[in-house]
């Protein structure tokens, strides 16, 4: 399966929460979308695999997903060895993803930091012949990263207005993680109902930034080309 844009998130509801106006977007505009989490978040504080497993399904089936994958890497312990980047590698060279969308590379969970590493690598070994797996060499065309606890500056915005309302339905799909009437076994920095507050005040605040409703902030080490900057500005307003 060809599938146009394709994000990783080191825990199911990583994606949702980084990507989810951008992933609704693409979808709308006629693209294959898909998610892969490199964990089941086995670890997570609150909740269980069952529940999180059908927290994840529920989230897939609002950002109308064309497949969403699991890895299977293990929860707090993601490596970025050659078991791992094969599954990667495996996954990639199967979908062909035009677009991916990873973690940035900075963030207070080290499973998002070592994520990014993990995939940075793998998505360029995937693009060797020499590594074989049972697919072809292929590596995506374009590479961005969303934002997740630490903020950078972002090198575009894209303007999630019309979706946002969606992605936070896929966002609160994860109850037993997030402030919900769901019975918590411990407060965490993510059931606390201030975290959505965060969420919501984030895309808003880039969203302002660029004279939308609501803004999802992403990064990229590409330089980006503009070749009409009269138009390609004009939604700033002085």
Known sequence: MDIGVLAFGAHPDDAEMGCGGLLLKMKAAGFKTGIADLTHGELSTNGNLKIRARESEQAAEILKLD????????????????PSRTKVVDLLRACRPRLVITPYHKDRHPDH????????????????????????????RVVINYMMHYEFEPSFIVDITHYFKTKMEAVTSYRSQLYSDYQKQSETRLSSKYFMEVLNTRNKYHGLKIAAGY????YTEYNIKIDDPLNFFNYIHI
């Open 215 to 218: 803004g999802e902030p992403y």
């Open 67 to 82: 497949i969403r994958e699991n890895l299977g890497l293990e929860d707090g312990h993601i490596v970025n060895d050659t």
């Open 113 to 140: 930091e070592h994520a990014y590493q993990l995939l940075k690598d793998s998505i360029f070994i995937s693009g060797l012949a020499k590594f074989r797996t049972s697919l072809p060499a292929y590596r995506p």
